[in-house]
Nanobody, 123 residues
Framework: QVQLVESGGGLVQAGGSLSLSCAVSGRAFSTYDMAWFRQAPGKEREFVAATSWSGGSTSYADSVKGRFTISRDNAKNTVYLQMNSLKPEDTAVYYC????????????????WGQGTQVTVSS
């Protein structure tokens, strides 16, 4: 497993923007799929966005498509989540996740998770 540290969370007004970063340990970063999940109070953790180990493909939850952008910089061992046009319903703790390439699920012992960073969007 690898270690992940999220940063960039905070308070932002609705319609504003925020950028999250996830620093990943190890030199095998480029062999991992990376993703962002979030969990709001009283709700289950949900998928937000993911980028493949190769960086050749990305995917987004319908709720954030067109507003959020996931990217990675393998030279810096970092994955980013640019969040634009934020809504109050985006308020949640955002988690970074990593899994070895060709993994079938994020919910396996081979996956690693960060500690989370709080994002709060005011009305």
């Amino acid at each position: 497993q690898v270690q992940l540290v999220e940063s960039g969370g905070g308070l932002v007004q609705a319609g504003g923007s925020l950028s999250l970063s996830c620093a990943v340990s190890g030199r095998a970063f480029s062999t991992y799929d990376m993703a962002w999940f979030r969990q709001a109070p009283g709700k289950e953790r949900e998928f937000v966005a993911a980028t493949s180990w190769s960086g050749g493909s990305t995917s987004y939850a319908d709720s954030v498509k067109g507003r959020f952008t996931i990217s990675r910089d393998n030279a810096k061992n970092t994955v980013y989540l640019q969040m634009n046009s934020l809504k109050p319903e985006d308020t949640a703790v955002y988690y970074c996740a990593a899994r070895p390439r060709y993994s079938s699920s994020w919910y396996t012992s081979s996956a690693s998770w960060g500690q989370g960073t709080q994002v709060t969007v005011s009305s």
